[in-house]
């Protein structure tokens, strides 16, 4: 078959195909992207409502005094942070960790008989003496105190077990002072 469209023609109508192609690819790209507008449009007009109504909650809840007791716990964390503080300065300054061991502290927990309330430990570690540990506590009664410190001298971790008679005095409800010298700490 003999093609009686002369050359030019053939070009421009070529032109013309990849003008309309580009055309539509043009009008397909803009419709998805008006249809993904229309969708995403809810979402994206809830989602700034909900940070509105949380950020003007967020300025009340700011706005509003403090009660009692956050206001106590926050002078607690306060404090705490503090202490905690001045633990890490005097610990740069020394250029070593503390003595203080972790595995005592795991040690005397896990000696700890029920109802026996452990209030405060301390060690004190003189440069001419034994590391010492102080725990003071509060006991229900004279036996379970008895007990417990039967199960601290029954430890190898520590060497000497000191619970003075004074704490024997009341029945219940006693509060005690209990000494310690770690076996780990012999000088």
Not at 108 to 124: A, C
Not at 159 to 166: A, E, F, G, Q, R
């Amino acid at each position: 078959m003999i093609n009686l469209i002369p050359n030019t023609e053939k070009k421009k109508m070529i032109q013309d195909f990849y003008f309309r192609l580009i055309v539509m690819v043009f009008l397909a790209l803009g419709s998805v992207a008006l249809i993904a507008s229309i969708v995403l449009f809810p979402s994206y007009f809830l989602s700034t409502v909900k940070k509105n109504l949380i950020s003007e909650k967020l300025n009340k809840e700011l706005a509003e005094p403090i009660d009692d007791i956050s206001k106590k716990t926050l002078s607690a964390i306060t404090n705490l942070d503090q202490k905690l503080s001045l633990l890490e300065k005097a610990e740069g300054i020394a250029g070593k960790k503390f003595s203080v061991s972790e595995r005592i502290i795991n040690e005397i927990l896990s000696k700890k008989i029920s109802g026996i309330r452990i209030t405060e430990i301390s060690f004190k570690n003189d440069a001419d003496k034994d590391m010492q540990v102080s725990i003071r506590g509060l006991a229900p009664s004279r036996e379970r105190l008895l007990l417990f410190r039967l199960a601290l001298e029954n430890d190898p971790l520590f060497k000497k077990v000191d619970l003075p008679i004074s704490n024997f005095v009341k029945g219940s409800n006693i509060v005690f002072y209990l000494s310690l010298i770690p076996s780990l700490y012999e000088k």
